[in-house]
């Protein structure tokens, strides 16, 4: 079992900055896809960005060029740094992680509780 835990969330103005993290609980960090991914009001849950096991990452386009994820495998830990935040950035932000199976191509699928995000125009 892999237990995800989100901070970082919170209240900010149109234009500022926040930083999320994620602490994973399992042990083969290393070897999981993670990411992040957002559910606004009434709408569904989108992929924000991920990053593979070989540091590979993968954004939404609304997000590339303000948002980064990156990871510390020593540390269990992902990040997304959010710069030049929006209102419409405005959503629950949730930790994802991919871990690999003993079947190839297979992977389990976790989910942290999910931290709000509230940008104020």
């Known amino acids: 079992q892999v237990q995800l835990v989100e901070s970082g969330g919170g209240l900010v103005q149109a234009g500022g900055s926040l930083r999320l993290s994620c602490a994973d609980s399992?042990?083969?960090?290393?070897?999981?896809?993670m990411g992040w991914y957002r559910q606004a009001p009434g709408k569904q849950r989108d992929m924000v960005a991920t990053?593979?096991?070989?540091?590979?990452?993968n954004y939404a386009d609304s997000v590339k060029g303000r948002f980064t994820v990156s990871r510390d495998n020593a540390k269990n830990m992902v990040y997304l740094q959010m710069n030049s935040l929006i209102p419409e950035d405005t959503a629950i932000y949730y930790c994802?992680?991919?871990?690999?199976?003993?079947?190839?191509?297979?992977?389990?699928?976790?989910w942290g509780q999910g931290t709000q995000v509230t940008v104020s125009s």
């Open positions: 399992g042990r083969q960090f290393s070897l999981n896809i």
């Open positions: 994802n992680a991919k871990v690999p199976t003993r079947f190839p191509g297979v992977f389990s699928n976790y």
């Open positions: 990053i593979t096991a070989d540091g590979s990452t």
